[in-house]
């Protein structure tokens, strides 16, 4: 947005206000951007901040005046006073869903389970780990984000509100074991995880003077 600056012959102390970002200041005269210029004598002046839809106030600075509050008065009695207000994008909310008790990572900050936060506009690293541990013998592994990236990839946040969601596929550990244990080998190996509702075929090799003689726990067949 150009400044434009309209002053004519002033007979008191000026007042100079610039514009920087989508955004307008009001007060005492005041018009910016349309006038960026008044002669007030030796009194004050409170200015107003009307940020554009979609943005907000990020500073004021010259004339005494600092920090994000939406007024500011200016005092001309010592002289001449030059205000800038600045304005940038408002932040915008970033949802970020995955399963509970699974962590990720937006913007450098670690999070656990679905997590809204806000966040200027701007690129930011999205990222998560695989597999997770979930408790004793289960765990979650990634499949994929909702916005197509990989499992560590950039995320641009614009205005407007965003939505990420994150697949996982749950496993649990098959445990196995041989009775005696020199009695022979079960195979697949013990500890191995395998996705939810996977039918797997286990196989005992007898060794040598051992014969096979049944199953214990959960099996569809003893024998």
Do not use: R
């Amino acid at each position: 947005m150009d400044n434009v600056n309209i002053c004519g012959t002033v007979t008191g102390n000026q007042l100079t206000v610039t514009v920087n970002g989508n955004g307008s200041v009001t007060g005492g005269g005041i018009d910016c951007p349309s006038v960026v210029c008044s002669t007030l004598g030796t009194g004050s002046v409170t200015l107003t901040a009307v940020p554009a839809p979609g943005f907000v106030l990020t500073g004021w600075s010259g004339g005494g005046c600092s920090g994000t509050a939406a007024t500011c008065t200016v005092s001309l009695a010592s002289g001449n006073q030059a205000v800038t207000a600045t304005f940038g994008p408002a932040s915008q909310p970033v949802t970020v869903n995955v399963p509970a008790g699974v962590g990720f990572t937006l913007n450098g900050t670690s999070y656990t389970g679905s997590q809204t936060v806000n966040l200027a506009p701007g690129t930011y690293t999205l990222s998560t780990t695989t597999p997770q541990s979930l408790g004793a013998g289960i765990q979650a592994v990634f499949v994929s984000w909702s916005d197509l990236g990989a499992i560590a990839h950039s995320v641009t946040v614009g205005s407007s509100a965003i939505t990420i969601t994150g697949t996982f596929k749950t496993q649990y550990q098959l445990t196995t074991a041989a009775s005696p244990s020199n009695g022979g080998t079960v195979t697949p190996a013990s500890g191995t995880f395998f996705d939810s509702g996977t039918v797997v075929n286990l196989t005992a090799t007898p060794n040598s003077g051992f014969v096979f003689a049944n199953w214990t726990g959960p099996v569809a067949s003893a024998s």
